[in-house]
């Protein structure tokens, strides 16, 4: 018998970004970063051990998957078969909650998902901290999506303590605009992308010495409430980010024309005086953080520009949740 129950994890935004590994198979990062969980985006996974199937068996949106995206999930909970001895094959049943239109389907709360619900089914119930780390395993970003509100990945010394830590719930007043500029999937993949920085750009070393100092200035500003701060330190973190991708061999670039035009509208914004900053992945969409309660202002003038499904206001959301069956 496992228990089988379907955990709830919200996808994050990188305010410190992460940009690159110093160690590939156990996914640890060349410098700490910090998020925002967002409420607007989740995965729901179960994991139950069967007896009466012959392989695991991966549900994605209802839709069954092929091996390889089995192969990936199979890999992954070898991490809670090694310790618990469990051979029995898998039923994982997984939804990516995801307003429609926005493709933004997240490598972090998909594996951050399904570590909690891998946690549960093999009865190894690790405390959230350490299975931060087993998250960490499946994707880097994941490793934050097991807190609510700001959230510490500490790049740490090892495999062990590589983890995230929770900043602060962010409730009082927060919110972000996602601006989807385009849904299609991306051409070069983050974990490329990174790999690709690391090894080329000439910035890098001044990106790891920059984000270092970022970090240390957004901690004391979130635990001063200064929006302002925040968002500063987020618009220009993110910006080194993708400077060190521009000075890599080949150069790479994620933004798109609409990128530009929603960079824009934010600071114009600023010149009205409405604060709101921006930040972008590995993607060209644009996200906005700004006051809650500026967030509907702040999206009737993005829809001046872009159609309102491609404009989603979120709240700041929570760690992992246990759902009732
Ligand atoms: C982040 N990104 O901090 C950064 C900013 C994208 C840009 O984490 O290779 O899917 O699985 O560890 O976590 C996206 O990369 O990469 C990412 P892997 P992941 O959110």
């Given at each position: 018998m496992t228990i089988e129950k379907k955990v709830r994890a919200y996808t994050n935004i990188a305010l410190i970004k992460y940009w690159g590994k110093r160690d590939e198979a156990a996914i640890l990062p060349t410098s700490s970063s910090l998020s925002l969980t967002l409420d607007a985006f989740y995965t729901e996974t179960s994991v139950a051990f069967k007896e009466d199937i012959t392989q695991d068996t991966f549900y994605l949106n209802g839709v069954l998957q092929n091996e390889a995206a089995t192969q990936k999930v199979s890999r992954f909970l070898k991490l809670f078969r090694e310790p618990t001895g469990i051979q029995t094959p898998a039923l994982i049943k997984s939804t990516n909650f995801v307003p429609t239109a926005a493709g933004l389907a997240s490598s972090a709360s998909g594996m951050a998902a399904l570590a909690g619900a891998a946690n549960l089914a093999s009865g190894l119930n690790l405390p959230d901290q350490e299975l931060s780390t087993y998250a960490r395993r499946g994707s880097g970003s994941a490793t934050r999506s097991i807190y609510g509100g700001f959230v510490e990945w500490q790049m740490g010394t090892s495999s062990e303590d590589s983890y995230a830590v929770p900043i602060?719930?962010?409730?009082?007043?927060i919110g972000m605009l996602v601006v989807v500029v385009n849904s299609r999937q991306k051409e070069v993949s983050s974990r490329d992308g990174m790999k690709n920085t690391v090894e080329t750009s000439p910035f890098y070393a001044g990106w790891l010495e920059s984000t270092a100092k970022d970090l240390i200035e957004i901690k004391k500003a979130i635990h001063s409430h200064d929006f302002q701060k925040v968002g500063e330190i987020t618009e220009s973190n993110g910006m080194k980010m993708h400077g060190t991708m521009l000075g890599a061999n080949p150069p790479l670039s994620y933004w798109e024309p609409y990128s530009v035009v929603a960079m824009q509208l934010v600071r114009q914004l600023r010149k009205e005086g409405i604060p709101c900053y921006f930040t972008m992945d590995a993607g060209p969409n644009v996200k906005v953080l700004c006051r809650l309660s500026d967030s509907e202002k702040i999206k009737a003038r993005f829809a001046e520009v872009f159609r309102t499904e491609q404009l989603i206001v979120s709240r700041p959301g929570k760690g992992l949740q246990i759902m009732s069956n």
């Open positions: 602060d719930d962010a409730n009082w007043d």
